[in-house]
């Protein structure tokens, strides 16, 4: 299903981290390491572009003998921007690797080398989902959790948040596709409702629907539960993540909130609060977000 994945890197405690996780995507058989060195910009330490290149090669290299033995073929790619006016900057870079190459599936960490903790997604992930045609699969970590974060297989129990509408019923068929598929949830959040009675009729019109995706799952030989909750949809669905366990977050980058929230990939759509607050990775189905 993944056959070929493009594996963007730079070299942040995140995107190593990511090495780990690889051999638990389905169909893989390919990765190619990218690093972007972006020399039209001076760092604090000056013009040190040249042993910056150097030392991603030596980097990279590890890396790549890293994924070999475990069994994954790599190859690596270190591409370098002299004019952004030409070349765009590091985010097209990477879509233009991935549109190149044509990969099945970006994988990237949340955040990148920079020091400002409150940065909740980093500014490169950010442009790539925004503008990706590939799903991304955004690996988010416990933060502090170093060595000690538990490594579940990445779809061993996975958070499906479904609003119904046109866009979310893409992560169902995303699903329907992995070659194996270990324990589904599916959660709707009912986050509209002027009395009880109401929110009491969406919670009943929300299962009945469940019920009847969980009949069709099964069907295909998918285990699925399904839950209802009330409550302020991103925060509910990292809530019910952490209360789960949940290993991955799989949804499309927009709903049915989309019309009627800000358009734009840092404040507003439900996917981008989750990504950005999520402590276990996340799968975006594909397809670009609207501007």
Do not use: C
């Not at 099945?104 to 503008?131: F, Q, W």
């Not at 509910?236 to 800000?262: D, F, K, V, Y």
């Amino acid at each position: 299903m993944f056959e070929k994945v493009l594996l963007p890197t730079d070299f942040s405690p995140d995107s190593q981290r990511v090495l780990g996780y690889v051999k638990d995507i389905p169909g893989i058989q390919k990765v190619i390491l990218l690093h972007v060195v972006d020399a039209t910009r001076q760092s604090i330490h000056g013009w040190t572009h040249g042993p910056e290149i150097e030392n991603a090669k030596i980097i990279m290299e590890e890396n790549r003998l890293a994924l070999e033995k475990g069994g994954v073929k790599a190859d690596v790619a270190i591409e370098t921007i002299v004019n952004t006016i030409l070349q765009g900057d590091i985010p097209q870079t990477i879509l233009e690797k991935a549109d190149t190459e044509n990969v099945s599936l970006i994988v990237m960490g949340a955040r990148g080398k920079n020091t400002i903790k409150e940065i909740l997604l980093g500014s490169v992930s950010a442009s790539v989902i925004r503008h990706a045609k590939n799903p991304i699969l955004l690996m988010r970590f416990p933060p502090e959790s170093g060595a000690t974060h538990e490594h579940k297989p990445l779809f061993s129990r996975m958070l499906v948040p479904l609003d119904f509408s046109g866009p979310s019923w893409s992560a169902l068929l995303l699903l329907k596709d992995l070659p194996k598929t270990g324990q589904v949830i599916l959660l709707n959040i009912v986050d509209r409702g002027e009395s009880e009675e109401e929110i009491q009729a969406a919670i009943r019109e929300a299962q009945e629907k469940l019920d009847t995706i969980k009949k069709d799952l099964e069907t295909s030989g998918i285990a699925a539960e399904t839950r209802v909750h009330v409550g302020y949809p991103p925060d509910e669905i990292n809530a019910t993540a952490e209360r789960e366990n949940a290993s991955l977050i799989l949804m499309s980058p927009q709903g049915e909130g989309w019309t009627r929230e800000l358009k734009t990939l840092f404040i507003g759509s439900t996917t981008t609060a989750v990504i950005g607050r999520a402590q276990v990775p996340v799968l975006i189905v594909a397809g670009q977000m609207p501007d």
